[in-house]
């Protein structure tokens, strides 16, 4: 398996503008999560999706941010308007169902808003 | 509130010492435990999980971990640091129930001297 893949890795926007990172889980895991990680705040649990369906999305910063998971192996971050705080890294990953299985980390989307 | 403490955001070794990254979650109940590793402009990769199997946990490049829930505590250590370990290094939890939430600690950065 290729492991979680995101893309963009890299993502370069103006302030105002509408920013989605994509995600593309291991398959077969059923569990996903989006993390931001700064330097101040360290990593943040956004929000986590079972079976495509969100779970807990208490970590989701404000209303400019959602995500989506339409299918299985596919799930989106949208920030709309994006602003120069929202500049991270951004990591997205997947886990299957068990009491100890570990989560797999994509290699993560820096997003800067200028 | 569940939480893990990372001690120490920056620890310095020389090349051939002993590497001591110290991780305490706070519950009576043992939670899942988990070791990630950072390598700069990637993302998190598993070193080692507790499994209940074994108190004495190993890992990936030659990390361990033991498990003391006396002292509600999860440190990583490694005999001889190598220059490759070079890093920074995540505990995480994961409390059961109904929660699957992974919660990270703040992290701490290896830097190993010649």
């Not at chain 1, 105002?16 to 593309?24: A, I, N």
């Amino acid at each position: 398996d290729a492991g979680v893949i995101q893309s963009p890795r890299h993502e370069v926007t103006e302030m105002g503008q509408e920013v989605t990172l994509r995600c593309k889980p291991i398959s077969g895991h059923d569990y996903l999560f989006w993390y931001r990680q700064t330097m101040m705040r360290g990593l943040e649990l956004l929000i986590y999706f079972n079976n495509n369906v969100p779970i807990d999305d208490s970590g989701m910063p404000e209303d400019r941010f959602s995500a989506k998971m339409p299918n299985a192996s596919f799930s989106t971050l949208k920030i709309q308007p994006s602003e120069p705080r929202d500049s991270a890294v951004y990591f997205c990953a997947s886990r299957f169902t068990g009491s100890n299985t570990e989560a797999f980390f994509g290699q993560g989307t820096r997003l800067t808003v200028v | 509130a569940q939480s893990v403490t990372q001690l120490g955001s920056h620890v310095s070794v020389s090349e051939g010492a002993l590497v001591l990254l110290r991780c305490n979650y706070s519950s009576s109940v043992p939670p899942y435990l988990f070791w990630y590793v950072q390598y700069p402009n990637q993302g998190l990769q598993l070193l080692l999980k507790y499994t209940s199997a074994a108190t004495l946990v190993k890992g990936i490049n030659g990390f361990e971990a033991e498990f003391k829930k006396s002292e509600t505590s999860f440190h990583l250590t490694k005999p001889s640091a190598h220059m490759s370990d070079a890093a920074e290094y995540f505990c995480a939890v994961r409390y059961g129930g109904a929660t699957n939430k992974l919660i990270f600690g703040t992290g701490t950065l290896l830097a190993v001297q010649p």
